[in-house]
Every structure is written in structure tokens, then in C-alpha cells.
């Protein structure tokens, strides 16, 4: 006989499994089902599955095998996906780093930040550091030197090859002088994260999420209604080795690939780290799109993108940011497209839009600004705001 559970997975037909998943079987040991675990409450015995279309299934652990329930109890008391995050109150003003290295004791918290050039930044240092101490007081000490964060770790790697390596300060966020909106973010996420932090960060520029960036599981929706050509799997995306030139979907092999590899060696890029969770996406980018993307559908493909992050990096409660083009109105059609993809009901408390026009300076994104520092700044904390913001809820 079939179990309730069983029953209940099979009623909803989910039966192709999910990355990272693991086979669970039914106590009569009929029937088998795919899904990551979420959470396990060894005193209740309440057990919590994320199935393949991310619907939470919950249900007690006597449906389930001998072999489950040990596996549980062995593997399951520690939150996955985020949960062990505890998230503190946003001061008004951020003060200085209090140069303290992070409780090494908890999991180090990952962010990966994805996008084009503006995500790799082209924000000048130089220019920042005359502005810091009345504009961002908070990157630099009362000599006006630069505040190293100790318990934020910044890597990048561009084309799958390391660029950067270093706890985080303003003086060189992307390891060539320039930085992105990791100075922002990392900052306000290292303030109220009380545990290790690792920005990672993964991009080149003149990437379109429809072509170059499209999503494992989009299907129609590239530029001139392509589909996602890669063949990798999930936990291990690589660049197709034989190919014949580009492909549709190359750089987000490449780019998660890279992320990927970073973890599976943490402590090379979290000195002392044992223990990650994905905790969260950042995305920015959108200026390629209409020159060889898909506007059209940038929305859908920005749910593709999500969906498949968090599968990809086994991370069910990640949360997912992403900024609109620094001049465009909220009416153009790609903010637009964003909007709508963040006010999805599958996305609520999931994902969120920084509306970046009203803090942007120095020209277009085209131009990357004219490497103005106030545009990178602003953005960024506008992004960690906004992903802290998530992080709460």
C-alpha cells in the first residue's frame, strides 16, 4: 500500500530529481521519491522536503524508512540553506569596522554576484577616497586611511580566472583599482551578519542574460528564442570542451563553474572555513541585453536564473537582488521586467529590485558611469539594503 506521503509526491507529479537531492523511501519501502532537505526538528520529528518545482512538502518522519530516520538523525540537526542565519537591526549610519575577525565557529555566509561589466566595476578608488570621509565615512579611518573588514571576505574571478583575493576595503575591490558594488554591500551585510561573510564574485562584461548568461532551464525564451545549450551538471558546470564557437549559455557555465570550484576549496578563499551556506544572489547587469539578449523576456529568464542558483549552489532559502540600468525610468521595459519578475507570488520575500536612476551619477551604463564613485557606492548600498532586507523576513 502506498503511503499518504508517497501518495501526496506522486499526486503532484514531481518525480525528476533536484540537484543535491537524495532518495527518500516511503516506511513500507514501496515507494521512492527526489527532494533536498530543508529542515529537521529531531524532537518533533517534523521533516521538511524541497521538492523539484521548490514546493515545501512537510510531514513527520515515521513515513519515512528505518534508513531515512538514521540518516536524519545523523545529518539533518543542522539548518541548511541559509536557516542558521541570524540577521541584526540596520543602523541609521554604519560605523567603522571594528576590525574583529568573524566567529569562525559558524558557517561562513555566501553571497555570489553575478552580472556584466558594471557588476565587475569600473568605480575609481582614487576619486572614492576624497569623498569617503564626508560621503561614507565608514570606509576609511580618523587618518583617512582605509578600513579593512575582517569578517568580509572579496573574491572575484573573471573568465574563471582569480582576480582577487583579500578581506574586503574600498582600496581595490576587483583587484585592478577599480571596484563594483561589493564596497556597499559588503559592508552592510558584514554589519549585521554575525558570522563569516564571502562575496564571490563571477563576471565579464558584454554578457546578455539572454544569450551568453542564459539559464540552464530556460527554454525558448533567448535571443531569437533559443534555448540554454550547455550540457554540464549541475554541482559541476563546465565550459563544453568541443564546441563549435559560442553557445547559449556558455558564460553562466563559466561564471558558476568558477563560483563552484571556489567553494569546493573554501578555505583558500575563507582562510579557516570549514562550513558555507549560499545564502544569497546579487545581479546586475542588463546594458547587452537588447543589443543580442531577449528584453522580451527577461523577466521569465530572470526566474530561470533564480530557480536554477539555487539549485545549482544547494541553496533552497537563498535570496536573489538584482539592480535596475542606473538611467532608466521604472517605466522602461527592462526595469519593468525586473519588477515584474521580483512581484512573482513564487518569488515573495525571495527577491527584490534596487531602483538605481536616483543615486546614479556620471552618465550611463554604457559608459559605466564615468568610473564615478558615488554611482558604485550608492548602488551597492542600495543592494545590501535591500538584500538585508530579505534576509529578515
Not at 532559502?317 to 512581484?343: I, Y
Amino acid at each position: 500500500m502506498k503511503s499518504t506521503l508517497l501518495a501526496l509526491v506522486l499526486g503532484m507529479g514531481l518525480l525528476l530529481p533536484v540537484s543535491e537531492a537524495r532518495t527518500w523511501t516511503s516506511s513500507d519501502g514501496d515507494r521512492t521519491f527526489e527532494g533536498e532537505l530543508h529542515s529537521y526538528d529531531a524532537t518533533s520529528g517534523k521533516v521538511t522536503v524541497v521538492l523539484k518545482n521548490r514546493r515545501k512538502l512537510t510531514f513527520n518522519q515515521d513515513k519515512l524508512s528505518e534508513e531515512d530516520v538514521v540518516w536524519l538523525k545523523k545529518n539533518g540537526n543542522r539548518p541548511l540553506g541559509g536557516n542558521s542565519l541570524k540577521i541584526g537591526e540596520l543602523p541609521k549610519e554604519l560605523p567603522d569596522p571594528d576590525g574583529q575577525e568573524a566567529d569562525m565557529s559558524k558557517p561562513v555566509q555566501v553571497f555570489i554576484m553575478l552580472g556584466q561589466s558594471n557588476m565587475l566595476g569600473f568605480g575609481k578608488a582614487g576619486q572614492l577616497k576624497g569623498i569617503a570621509a564626508d560621503k561614507y565615512p565608514y570606509l576609511v579611518d580618523d587618518g583617512g586611511e582605509w578600513n579593512v573588514r575582517k569578517d568580509v571576505r572579496n573574491t572575484f574571478f573573471c573568465m574563471a580566472k582569480l582576480q582577487h583575493n583579500d578581506w574586503l576595503t574600498a582600496e581595490n575591490g576587483n583587484g585592478g583599482g577599480n571596484f563594483g558594488p561589493e564596497i556597499g554591500i559588503g559592508n552592510y551585510l558584514g554589519e549585521v551578519i554575525d558570522a563569516p561573510v564571502l562575496l564571490l564574485k563571477s563576471c565579464v562584461g558584454n554578457r546578455a542574460l539572454g544569450w551568453d548568461l542564459l539559464p540552464p532551464s530556460a527554454v525558448g525564451t533567448g535571443s531569437g528564442g533559443q534555448s540554454y545549450q550547455g550540457d554540464s551538471e549541475s554541482l559541476n558546470r563546465k565550459v563544453k570542451e568541443k564546441r563549435d564557437g559560442w553557445y547559449a549559455g556558455l558564460q553562466y557555465d563559466q561564471d558558476v563553474g568558477a563560483a563552484q570550484d571556489a567553494l569546493k576549496n573554501l578555505s583558500t578563499y575563507y582562510p579557516g572555513a570549514k562550513e558555507y551556506e549560499v545564502a544569497g544572489f546579487f545581479w546586475w547587469q542588463g546594458n547587452a541585453e537588447k543589443g543580442k539578449g531577449n528584453v522580451e523576456t527577461y523577466d521569465k529568464n530572470l526566474a530561470f536564473l533564480f530557480n536554477d542558483l539555487k539549485k545549482d549552489f544547494n541553496a533552497p532559502n537563498a535570496k536573489f537582488v538584482c539592480a535596475t540600468l542606473g538611467e532608466h525610468d521604472k517605466s522602461a521595459t527592462l526595469s519593468k521586467k525586473m519588477f515584474d519578475f521580483a512581484g512573482l507570488p513564487e518569488f515573495k520575500d525571495e527577491a527584490a529590485v534596487f531602483y538605481s536612476k536616483p543615486v546614479s551619477k556620471g552618465g550611463g551604463s554604457g559608459g559605466h558611469y564615468g568610473g564615478n564613485p558615488e554611482t558604485y557606492m550608492n548602488v551597492g548600498e542600495g543592494m545590501g539594503k535591500a538584500m538585508v532586507d530579505l534576509l529578515s523576513k
